[in-house]
């Protein structure tokens, strides 16, 4: 039991890595190729890559996965951890910098928190409910407070709030996630992965009905393989893995790398900065963090 705790951990510290540098790539290239067809590059690259692995691996016919697997939450899945997330993450990077997107990420445990106190009945302590709350005033400074009202400004207002959307859509995933998590977690991840990628194929092409599908450079295929095969493929498998062998909080705890790695990546390699008031946002969101899930990790 410690060895495959110890695996989930391993698993999720290097999902946590690679997913807080997905922020700033996406960034990178989003200038290049327009949001929605990237999503769509990304993930169709994910989908592939998530129905090799299972078919290599695969110990029975297809015909029988097909028939056992829970078509419903497979679907669930696709729409709200493909689709509806990555449609409003890439819009996002268009409109906010990368330091800030990262930053808001960090709402994620605070979010899965409080989606599994109403949908799993998880019970949340005082303690908890002020860190919820911590973060919650984090994430409005973060990104309302502190951004300008310019109409060019690079932390729009609106690109913070799409990523606030996200991040709900993320936790809506990651609570199904743990509740088909008795279920063969390839299997799951491939078909919501394969589902929520053919949904992105019909706006892509609308995104594209005037200019025509666009010239993707080596470099940002590069990128796309990079955001697809690993950071879509490989680590929401790894992701789904995780969730079978820790709790749905430890798991969450540990998204608390996904925004630091994000703005330590914005910082260095794109130069960017951010201001007073979004250092104390990002203080409250983490320390709300460290509250919220303080319970779980002293009886975890």
Known sequence: MLNKKFIGLISILFVMIVWGSSYPVTKMIINDIAPITLAFCRCSVGAITLLLIFFINKDKPIREYLVDAPWLPIIFMGLTGVTCFYILFNISAQMTSASVGSLIQ??????????????????LSAVQIIGIIASLIGVMLIGFLSSDHNSDTRNSITGNLLMI?????????????????HFNPLLITSLSTFIGSACLLPVAIFENRHSGWPVIHLSSWMAILYLGAVSSGICYLLYNKSLRLLSASQ???????????????????????????????????????VLSTRKSRLTG
Do not use: R
């Open 165 to 181: 959307v996200a991040v709900m859509s993320w936790g809506a995933y990651t609570i199904m996630s743990k509740k088909t998590a």
């Open 251 to 289: 798991v969450g705890n540990f998204t608390n790398l996904d925004p630091v790695v994000g703005l330590i990546i914005s910082l260095v390699f794109l130069n960017e900065h951010i201001n007073v008031l979004q250092i104390a946002g990002a203080i409250l969101v983490l320390g709300g963090i």
């Open 106 to 123: 960090g709402f994620i445990p605070i979010c899965i928190a409080l989606f599994a106190a109403v949908f799993l009945k998880e019970k």
